[in-house]
């Protein structure tokens, strides 16, 4: 089954700088991959999300790049504000059936 | 419109009793998912429904566990014989379709003791 490792696990940045996410997947069939965002005591929320036929979506401050080659994906966050503060899982996917997920990268950013 | 909703919110039950999570998906939502996150861990695919064909049930942890889907909406998982391993919480996410954005519903926090 489809393997997803994720790093940092914990990152801390000062506010204003950018914050890198790192994945890799080990099934080359993944072809969908969302990040999410999940707040103390809160439900996991998509924040971005990228399939397999583009190599980068940007959406205002965050940012996913895929590298279908190498089988990983990036979040990049830029002018990091304290509410970015959370925990991000990245997923991989095949055509929306079983989600695999990281285990979580804890982001705190100092003000 | 109103999101995903599950209950009960917080469950504590006794080793070896048997529970059921309910998930009220997003109506109109095709795809239905159960996951099961432990304390400071990811999320752990269970199961996954969609529409009316039968549910991949590959992620399911042992033959304790079962879910059904109600009508092609509500749906139930079941734990039968709980262990203190199963402590967790457990989350069910709806999606329009397969590959479309997942929404959460606030989660069942499960405690055996």
């Known amino acids: 089954g489809e393997n997803v490792e994720q790093h940092p696990s914990t990152l801390s940045v000062q506010e204003g700088d950018s914050a890198v996410i790192k994945c890799t997947y080990s099934?080359?069939?993944?072809?969908?991959f969302p990040w999410y965002k999940q707040e103390l005591g809160k439900r996991p929320q998509l924040i971005i999300d990228?399939?397999?036929?583009?190599g980068e979506k940007k959406d205002q401050r965050i940012a996913v790049t895929l590298n279908k080659t190498a089988k990983h994906f990036s979040l990049h966050i830029t002018e990091t504000q304290p509410e970015d503060s959370a925990v991000y899982f990245c997923a991989a996917s095949i055509n929306g059936n079983q989600f695999y997920f990281g285990t979580g990268t804890s982001l705190t950013v100092i003000p | 419109g109103a999101g995903v909703s599950q209950s009960p919110s917080n469950k504590v039950t006794e080793k070896g009793k048997d529970v059921e999570l309910r998930c009220d998906p997003i109506s109109g939502h095709t795809a239905l998912y159960w996951y099961r996150q432990s304390l400071g861990q990811g999320l752990e695919f269970l199961i996954y429904f969609q529409g009316n064909s039968a549910p991949d049930k590959s992620g399911l942890p042992s033959d304790r566990f079962s879910a059904e889907r109600t009508g092609g909406s509500v749906s139930t998982l079941t734990i039968q014989r709980t262990q203190q391993e199963d402590s967790a919480v457990y989350l069910c996410?709806?999606?329009?379709?397969?590959?479309?954005?997942?929404?959460f519903g606030p989660g069942t926090r499960l405690t055996v003791l």
């Open positions: 099934d080359s069939a993944s072809n969908y």
């Open positions: 996410a709806s999606s329009l379709i397969r590959r479309d954005t997942q929404y």
């Open positions: 990228i399939r397999s036929n583009v």
